[in-house]
Every structure is written in structure tokens, then in C-alpha cells.
């Protein structure tokens, strides 16, 4: 069967995606502290800022990941603090590191060995997976990282058929932007100025990118910025 597990699909682009692929058949595995909202996902309640947790909910996989033919892993669930390369405490930092790449490592560690050729994991990054912003120290440390665990992956599963890529969206109007820039309208429309089309994204057509990379394995190894073109000021 068809599955796919996603973490973060609690809310925002891992929901939307998650209703994606529902949508085309697929069973779907959420992982996060919350529920995801879509009808017919399975949940696993997993708090991926805690190592043990992570590594029970990797336990629970393994059926998952015997059944799945193929399987799509989508490393999505992440932390965004505002923080700053002169004044962040070794353990905050840790935190962030624990949940944005130890968490995914641990999934990586306990499911791609028994993935089948066909199978894909599809890392979700950032604009600023490549470029910097002030006061987003540890998140942009972070997603400069999740590329070259993405690059990294494509190397070493070389020859066993399963592809990887990392989506980077821009500006989506989910609940982590939103923890940032407010419902304020003027704060809305200067950030989604910022894109060539002048809105924020939504998050189903991150989703759709997202789903497009799972099956299309000649971008192997690629880095596909979702971001409406944003604007260089
Ligand atoms: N929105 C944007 O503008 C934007 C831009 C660039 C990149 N991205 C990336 O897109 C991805 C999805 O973000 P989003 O915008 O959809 O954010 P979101 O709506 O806030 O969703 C974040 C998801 O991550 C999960 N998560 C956070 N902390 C977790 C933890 N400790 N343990 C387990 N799960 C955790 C949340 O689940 P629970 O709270 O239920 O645990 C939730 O499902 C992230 O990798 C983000 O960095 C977003």
C-alpha cells in the first residue's frame, strides 16, 4: 500500500499536504504533539523535542514501513524562534537542533533501511535554507542544515531507488508565520509584498510541491525554492 508519513502534519503545510495525498489514495501517518485534522490520517502523538519520544514513535513505524510500498517520508515539523548568533543559550539552541535535525535523523536512522525502491523522503526547508535574516539564528542555522542532510541522503541511498529533495517554501500563511507577523492587514500586505505576486502563499500549494517532488525522481538531489518569486531588496 501507498503510505506516507509525515511529521508536523498537525497544522499548516504537513495538514495540507497530508489532505494531498488522502486525496490520491495514499495512507498517511502523522507525527506531532497534536492530532492532524484531516479525516482518515492516523495520528502518533510524538513531542519531537524529546529524544525517547522520537525514538518510540519510530518503534511504532517499523509496521508502518514494512507494509508501505512505496513509502514517502516528509520531514516537516519545525521550530522558529527568534534568537541571535550573540545571545542564545547553549540548551535553546540544543532545542531547536533536537527538534529541526536530531528528530528527523532519528526517523531517517530507524525507516530508510527498510524503505523500497520507489519510496522518496522530501525535506521541507526555508528561504532561508540559503540565505540569512537577522534574529533567526538557530532556525537559520537549521534549514542552511536540513539541505545538506537532504544532499547527503541522496548520496548515500545511491542505487536503491529512492529519491530525495527539499521543498523551501517562502512566506506561507500558516499558524508559524502568523506567531510572527500577527493578523495586523499593514504587516500582511508589507510581508507579502515581498513575493513577485504580492501575497502570501498558501499552504495547500506548498503541499502540491511537495507531493509533486514524492513522485518524480529525477530531481534527486535537488533544492526547489516554493516561493513566488521573492523579491531582493
Ligand atoms: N509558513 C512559512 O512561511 C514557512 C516558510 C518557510 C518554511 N516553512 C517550513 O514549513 C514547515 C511547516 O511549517 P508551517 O508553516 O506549516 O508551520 P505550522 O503551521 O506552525 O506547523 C508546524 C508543524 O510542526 C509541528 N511541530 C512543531 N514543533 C513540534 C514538536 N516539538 N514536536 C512535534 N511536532 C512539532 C507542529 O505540530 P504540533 O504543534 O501539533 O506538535 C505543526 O504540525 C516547517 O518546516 C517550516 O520551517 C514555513
Not at 490520517?41 to 525517547?52: G, L, N, V
Not at 526517523?107 to 525502491?117: D, I, Q
Request: charged share 15%; hydrophobic share 45%; with cysteine.
Amino acid at each position: 500500500m501507498k503510505q506516507v508519513i509525515i511529521s508536523g502534519a498537525s497544522a499548516g503545510i504537513g495538514a495540507a499536504t497530508a489532505a494531498g495525498f488522502l486525496a490520491a489514495g495514499w495512507a498517511v501517518t502523522n507525527l506531532s504533539r497534536r492530532p492532524c485534522p484531516v479525516a482518515g490520517a492516523t495520528s502518533i502523538a510524538c513531542d519531537f523535542s524529546d529524544p525517547q519520544a522520537v525514538q518510540r514513535a519510530c518503534d511504532d513505524l517499523l509496521g508502518v514501513v514494512a507494509e508501505a510500498n512505496p513509502l514517502v517520508l516528509v520531514h516537516n515539523a519545525s521550530l522558529l524562534r527568534n534568537d541571535r548568533a550573540d545571545a542564545t543559550a547553549d540548551a535553546d539552541f540544543r532545542e531547536v537542533l533536537q527538534i529541526n535535525l536530531a528528530a528527523p535523523n532519528a526517523l531517517n536512522a530507524a525507516l530508510l533501511p527498510a524503505m523500497k525502491p520507489g519510496s522518496a523522503v522530501i525535506y521541507v526547508g526555508s528561504t532561508l535554507s540559503e540565505k540569512a535574516v537577522p534574529n533567526s539564528y538557530s532556525y537559520v542555522t537549521t534549514k542552511h542544515a536540513t539541505i545538506g542532510m537532504m544532499r547527503a541522503t541522496c548520496q548515500d541511498l545511491a542505487g536503491r531507488g529512492i529519491h530525495t529533495a527539499c521543498i523551501c517554501p517562502g512566506f506561507t500563511d500558516t499558524e508559524m508565520l502568523r506567531s510572527h507577523i500577527g493578523t495586523d492587514p499593514e504587516t500582511e500586505q508589507a510581508v507579502a509584498s515581498m513575493s513577485a505576486f504580492g501575497r502570501l502563499i498558501t499552504p495547500e500549494e506548498i503541499a502540491e510541491a511537495i507531493i509533486w517532488a514524492a513522485l518524480h525522481p529525477v530531481i534527486n538531489g535537488a533544492v526547489l525554492h516554493a516561493n513566488l518569486g521573492q523579491l531582493e531588496r
